[in-house]
């Protein structure tokens, strides 16, 4: 792997990146990293050349990526020393020994060497209860029951249901605002009765949930921030 610059115009900022070669791309690919590196990887017969223009091509799409990247990245560093549980800031208070997360009030007692997977179980237990609950209430209204539930860690998606009336749900919802995880259990809820994305779909979590529109963009612009990094 090797690193490299693109600014062939003096208005235009530097665009740093690396290259990768791999035996089994066949054609010229470019990531942007959620730490806001690029990354261009090139088949291995490709020349050098291919990889500055792939970047000049797709510069205002990695652009934005970038912009985005940052600003995420931003918005974790400015957590400081606390983690958002529900849209609230929970203190994060290490504790030599500690094996298991604990919540006192507004405080999560961590282990003090790597909290992050200690964390990750915890917010998969309230994910459970919390999720749990609202999917109770919200199908306890509509008189449509689910059949199971499950709580991942899905890379692309926020919950799913199943045909059968399987509920997934993302623990990293925990990490958002509640109304937001509301309107993902209501969006779920609906699938119940329409599987798919259509008209009546919509029309149909408009009535049970008139806000799922804003929403839907906060999810969709703030998604990236839902890690736990400490």
Known sequence: M???????DPDRKEIAYTVRRSARARNVRVNVHADAEVEVVLPARAPERAAAAAIEELRPWIERRLAEARRTLAVIA?????VPYLGHPLELVPQEGRVRVHRSGERLLVP???PVPALERFYRRAARSEVARRLDRATAL?????A?????????????CSSDGHMSF??????????VLEYVVWHEVCHLEV???SRRFWSLLGRRWPEYRAHRRWLRDNGATLVLAV
């Open 2 to 8: 090797r690193s490299a610059t693109l600014k062939r």
């Open 142 to 146: 509509t008189g449509v029951p689910y």
């Open 112 to 114: 003090a060497a790597d």
């Open 195 to 197: 599987s798919d994305h």
């Open 170 to 179: 993302n623990w990293r919802l925990m990490l958002a605002p509640e109304p």
């Open 148 to 160: 199971g539930l499950s709580i991942r860690g899905q890379r692309t998606r926020w919950a799913s």
């Open 78 to 82: 400015g957590r400081g020393g606390s």
